[in-house]
């Protein structure tokens, strides 16, 4: 079974940058739709972004779209998360997860890994 391991996260200032990464480990997941959610203190996770194997789609939640960016580099089986412009309503765990559906379907991701924080200070 994959397993997903997130880093990156810290604390930030509101306007200041951020990249995450997720590492797949026990598995090829060039082959999958992977994905970055947020788990927000007292609310329900939320998906951020979507990527398709190839890269070449993704689907933003409106509130990241123009500020996040996902990409991913199957030869390092590792997806990233380029966060700019940061809120602090941005400040969650971010927790990656993989989709064995396509396209990309926000509900259909699991195999989620243990999260980074990120804490976006005003």
């Known amino acids: 079974q994959v397993q997903l391991e997130e880093s990156g996260g810290g604390l930030v200032q509101a306007g200041g940058s951020m990249r995450l990464s997720c590492v797949a480990s026990g598995g090829d997941i060039s082959e999958h739709v992977m994905g970055w959610f947020r788990h927000a203190f007292g609310k329900e996770r939320e998906f951020v972004a979507g990527i398709t194997w190839s890269g070449d789609t993704t689907d933003y939640a409106a509130s990241v779209k123009g500020r996040f960016k996902i990409s991913r580099d199957n030869a390092k089986n590792t997806i990233y998360l380029e966060m700019n412009n940061l809120k602090p309503e941005d400040t969650a765990v971010y927790h990656c997860?993989?989709?064995?559906?396509?396209?990309?379907?926000?509900?259909?991701?699991?195999?989620w890994g243990q999260g980074t924080q990120v804490t976006v200070s005003s």
């Open positions: 997860g993989i989709s064995a559906i396509v396209p990309i379907v926000r509900t259909a991701f699991a195999s």
